[in-house]
């Protein structure tokens, strides 16, 4: 591993000016900017590397092209899959950018332009592992594959059925992550699963034009009532979800996860200060940790009816809508819960509300368990130098649970980007030490897995 280490070493400035080719070209899949572009600098990059690309459009109008690759080894016993994307977030607004988004610069220690952290460096962190130990040791002690996503930051609208349609490609017996920013401490993360999401719109309808609330307000109905009404049937007073059947089928945290859970960095008095929080929302009895990682929410995500406007504005608004997102745990499932919340709706008779299901990621968890996790670990150690924060599940949403849910292969997340790195907002940044401590993990995570 020395001679691994060594070698990322001293071409680790070379490393950063391939990144910063792919960070040059905007690969933008809310408004479909340069995507293309990218994928074919992509696959140029992966076969000078010596990894297969394989260009799969998944289908629909636009035709995403996903971008697989393997490099395999007939001795190799095992194989692991990456989860990538190379898609970013819009880089607006401009004008709040120290430097460029697409003009990538270095800056204390840091890589800044879009996509440096999110997911562009994380992902290439990976292919300069698999280049510094080709370069040593001539061969992959394990096989790799990938999965590179072409719309993540969109939701991957595609990826689920493709995922169902060419299961065989991606076999792999564990799968890796590598996205999102290390733990506040400064201490790297290793993450068994994620909360998934289903974000639905309800629309109330009143007049079919907004009215003057004093020449016919009394008799009119109004839509945000309407709202506020069905709104007050789904929670009870202790703060849990009224919804019929909603906690039916969750898994309480077993000992070893509660141990994980308390060994998590947190200072809570110091985050209610960050935060201006004078308390948590209920229920009482279950610790922060708990709450954000095996517990369900029903989230009031938007409310929107009538004048919010300066002064004021006597109107009778025809219309109100409501956006709600319900963060899922293992193991619900969207289309149930998205069942139940239809039920839910028709027994309280509000079936004049009209509902839409906007999207959806199912949950994921990998038992914390797994006899292959103790060597993600590791390899971080090694890779980092520094102890993981253990995380049971993370609170947030990754479409990547494709790969647990559908794929059906175990994955764990081992995020590369710093705490800071400003993903999805201006001067997003990859720290060099973290792209560093990046390309270190992921090849010893491959001798690792191959023992
Ligand atoms: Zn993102």
């Not at 990859?430 to 001798?447: E, M, P, Q, V, W």
Request: with cysteine; proline share 9%.
């Amino acid at each position: 591993m020395e001679k691994i280490y060594q070698y990322i070493d001293e071409n680790l400035n070379r490393f950063i000016e391939e990144l910063f080719i792919l960070v040059r070209q905007p690969s933008i899949s809310a408004r479909w900017e340069g995507v293309e572009d990218c994928c074919k600098l992509l696959t140029g990059m992966m076969e000078k590397i010596g990894i297969k690309p394989r260009v799969l459009p998944m289908g629909g109008k636009r035709n995403p092209p996903l971008v697989y690759g393997e490099i395999l080894n007939p001795e190799a016993k095992r194989t692991l899959l990456i989860y990538g994307h190379y898609d970013v977030q819009p880089p607006e607004p401009l004008d709040a950018w120290d430097s460029p988004p697409f003009q990538p610069t270095i800056r204390n220690g840091r890589m800044y332009g879009r996509g440096t952290a999110d997911n562009k460096g994380q992902f290439f962190a990976h292919f300069k592992a698999i280049e510094s130990v080709l370069k040593i040791r001539g061969k992959l002690p394990v096989n790799v594959k990938f999965l590179l996503d072409p719309e993540e930051e969109v939701g991957s609208p595609s990826l689920n059925e493709f995922c169902r349609q060419n299961k065989p490609l991606f076999a792999a017996d564990m799968a890796l992550n590598s996205d999102g920013p290390m733990d506040t401490s400064g201490r790297p993360r290793l993450s068994f699963g994620n909360r998934g999401v289903l974000y639905v719109e309800v629309n109330a309808q009143g007049a079919n034009m907004d009215l003057h609330s004093g020449n016919f307000g009394g008799p009119i109905p109004n839509p945000a009532w309407r709202l506020v009404e069905f709104l007050s049937t789904l929670r009870k007073p202790d703060g849990t979800v009224a919804i019929e059947g909603f906690y039916d089928n969750i898994v309480p945290p077993t000992p070893k996860e509660k141990e994980m859970m308390a060994k998590i960095p947190f200072d809570e008095k110091k985050f209610m200060e960050k935060y201006g929080l004078k308390k948590f929302a209920p229920p009482e009895n279950l610790g922060y940790m708990e709450k954000l990682m095996f517990r369900p929410t029903l989230n009031i995500a938007g409310f929107t009816s009538g004048y919010g406007g300066q002064g004021s504005k006597t109107v009778l608004p025809c219309k109100a809508m409501l956006k709600m997102d319900m963060r899922l745990v293992v193991n619900q499932t969207p289309e149930d819960i998205f069942e139940k919340y239809l039920r839910h709706m028709k027994k309280h008779g509000f079936d004049d509300l009209e509902v839409k299901m906007l999207n959806t990621y199912a949950p994921s968890r990998t038992s914390v368990d797994h006899p292959l996790a103790p060597r993600f670990a590791e390899a971080i150690r090694q890779g980092f130098q520094k102890d993981p924060v253990l995380i049971p599940a993370g609170g947030g949403s990754f479409p990547g649970a494709a790969i647990r849910s559908i794929l059906n292969i175990p994955i764990l997340s081992v995020p590369y980007g710093n705490a800071d790195e400003n993903n999805h907002a201006p001067n997003e940044n990859l720290a060099i030490d973290c792209f560093k401590g990046g390309i270190r993990t992921t090849a010893a995570l491959f001798f690792k897995l191959a023992e």
